[in-house]
């Protein structure tokens, strides 16, 4: 199967969406699936306001129309952005099958921004996906609430987490005094890093990233260390040294930084909302409190091995396989074979042995 992915998320951004995208096709072209991809490097661009780490791409349904041949099965649209909307308006003339994801609360994220009624804006994304064959979302928590706001045919893709970069062994010394909480992830108002960076914790506090809020943050919170924009290998080691990872976002959809923290065996630390009650939930791998600073100080005893071992049960294999699956059951196809992954096989040995994971 050739399957056209067009997304307004890309390289060089260093975000969730980009690093689902490249890990599942890596994972699902094993399987056979070939890919290509509209982004915005395709077209001419222009930042977009008040984020210009974001691209705005100048994109047109002839455009993309273009990139679409005989040999192309089925789109798939990652993003609602313009390169999504050119594609949606092709799909659309062409009477061509597609699917899109939901992997961003915009409503949120704009009424974060500008006070725009949310009311408004899930108003246009339910007219942008209940045009194709099925909308997926990572989590049966976010499945039910998009349903519930008037949405239709979602379809359930999980994430997974490389256990090979992303491991305990990647730990290096920190000359820092301990305990240290760590956060990774884009610095804006939506992440809500303000209930994280005033909390009256001992030791350090890290904060790996870049954002529009990077300023501000740093201004308000000079005892905190801002170390910038890393990539999955310099994440690693980070994720590996400290002693517990604080998420403190309420908005985000999953949270892969919560997966890729646990592979390296560090204890989470969040709200209970969705996202890390789907990711983390009762696993014992985490602490999910509306009291985030004790939430932090419980996660220092957590056994780094119970993080590590519940990291495992999520796969790329199985991720690509789900999305897959999707597809075929947007086009009325048979699913495919459910298989463990090893990762699944080794947590249920784990299991079997008596660890909690």
Not at 279 to 300: I, M, P, Q, T, W
Request: proline share 7%.
């Amino acid at each position: 199967m050739r399957i056209l992915i067009a997304t307004d998320a890309w390289r060089p951004q260093v975000n969730g969406v980009v690093r689902s995208l490249e890990s599942m096709a890596r994972a699902a072209g094993a399987m056979g699936a070939q890919f290509d991809f509209v982004t915005p490097r395709d077209f001419n661009c222009m930042p977009m306001p008040t984020y210009p780490e974001i691209d705005l791409a100048f994109a047109t349904p002839r455009a993309v129309r273009r990139r679409l041949d005989a040999s192309c099965d089925h789109v798939h649209i990652a993003t609602e952005g313009p390169v999504g909307l050119a594609a949606r308006a092709c799909c659309l003339r062409d009477r061509r099958c597609f699917t899109t994801s939901y992997h961003t609360r915009f409503p949120e994220y704009i009424h974060a921004r500008t006070g725009v009624p949310l009311i408004a804006t899930y108003a246009m994304l339910r007219w942008f996906h209940n045009a194709g064959g099925g909308t997926m979302v990572s989590t049966q928590s976010l499945s039910r609430e998009l349903l519930a706001r008037g949405f239709k045919r979602t379809l359930r893709w999980s994430r997974g987490v490389d256990h090979t970069t992303f491991n305990p062994a990647a730990a290096i010394p920190l000359d820092l005094p301990r305990p240290i909480f760590l956060y990774a992830g884009r610095l804006a108002i939506e992440k809500n890093l303000d209930a994280f960076l005033s909390l009256d914790l001992p030791g350090t506090k890290l904060v790996a990233g870049d954002g529009p809020a990077r300023r501000g943050l740093e201004a308000r919170y000079p005892d905190a260390r801002f170390l910038g924009v890393k990539t999955a290998s310099e994440l690693a080691p980070l994720y590996a040294s400290c002693d517990t990872f604080v998420f403190p976002s309420r908005t985000d959809t999953f949270g892969m930084v919560l997966l890729e923290a646990m592979a390296c065996g560090a204890p989470v630390a969040a709200f209970p909302t969705p996202g890390p009650l789907d990711v983390v939930g009762a696993s014992g791998a985490g602490v999910l409190d509306e009291d985030l600073r004790a939430a932090a100080l419980k996660a220092l005893t957590i056994d780094r091995e119970i993080a590590r071992a519940h990291a495992l049960t999520f796969t790329w294999e199985n991720s690509a396989r789900q999305f897959l699956d999707n597809i075929n059951v947007a086009r009325g196809a048979p699913l495919l074979e459910e298989k463990p992954s090893p990762g699944e096989q080794n947590a249920a040995g784990l299991r079997k042995m008596g660890l909690p994971i």
